[in-house]
């Protein structure tokens, strides 16, 4: 089964070669990898060349990072998309294998894993885990849905329910989680084990700000898809979430 793995960058000369690399160095035999550029001038595309692995090269510009991902979505063509941001890598070579194994065997629709948060100068020493686990339907309108660089979805389910929305920042991926799910019921499944280390420093990780828009932008999203929310119940997953967060020596 084809996995088509879509990564977004803008400006990312410094990580984008080891995304790139860590996909080339799956074990598994059919991967389609997109790569989606938003207009990069710092050498991001010198660096892209250099890879032979890669299926496609979109260039920019675009008009945001949902953007770019609908658009690597539009050209792939196996049935299985996965998201893997410039400056992620997947946690081992047999990660794709694995889920589209579970996938096939089991006819889903979604499978998803954890996300171990890492120094961005040194990707060797892990700060956090995040564990996906605790995701479950009813618990969208607390803000909880699984880590998006370890969702792997079936393509047909953007054919059914659209595409992401490009005029979210941060959370265009909650919102086509509780899309799916408020319309539908996906065959899901989640693997209990890492499957992408993430440099810490991105937009879903930089601060106070980028808390604000993000919890903004998850009220909306319930609400345009008729979950019922508010703040307080979206601000109740913090101390939880560090019940979710493994932290090794931060």
């Known amino acids: 089964m084809r996995v088509s793995i879509v990564t977004a960058c803008y400006n990312r000369a410094a990580t984008i070669g080891d995304a790139i690399a860590s996909v080339a160095a799956q074990s598994h035999g059919d991967i389609e990898h997109i790569v989606v550029d938003g207009g990069s001038t710092d050498g991001t595309l010198d660096v892209v060349a250099r890879h032979r692995s890669i299926a496609k090269l979109i260039p920019g510009p675009d008009k945001g990072i949902y953007d770019a991902l609908n658009k690597g979505v539009a050209a792939s063509s196996g049935p299985v998309v996965a998201f893997l941001h410039s400056d992620d890598f997947y946690a081992d070579r047999d990660v794709v294998r694995t889920v589209a194994e579970q996938m096939e065997e089991s006819d889903l629709d979604l499978l998803y894993g954890d996300v171990a948060y890492v120094r961005p100068d040194n990707v060797g020493r892990v700060v956090r885990v995040f564990s996906s686990g605790r995701f479950r339907p009813d618990r969208i309108a607390w803000g909880w849905v699984p880590a998006h ?32 799910f408020s319309r539908s019921s996906p065959r899901y499944a989640y693997l209990p084990k890492v499957l992408v280390k993430m440099r810490t420093g991105g937009i879903s990780t930089a601060g106070w700000r980028s808390t604000v828009l993000g919890n903004r932008e998850i009220r909306r999203a319930c609400r345009e898809n008729g979950i019922r929310t508010n703040y307080l119940k979206i601000l109740t997953k913090y101390p939880a979430k560090l019940l979710g967060f493994v932290r090794r020596g931060a």
């Open 149 to 180: 660089p370890a969702l792997f979805v079936k393509r047909e389910l953007f054919e059914r329910f659209g595409p992401f929305k490009p005029d979210y920042r941060i959370a265009g991926d909650f919102e086509f989680i509780a899309r799916v």
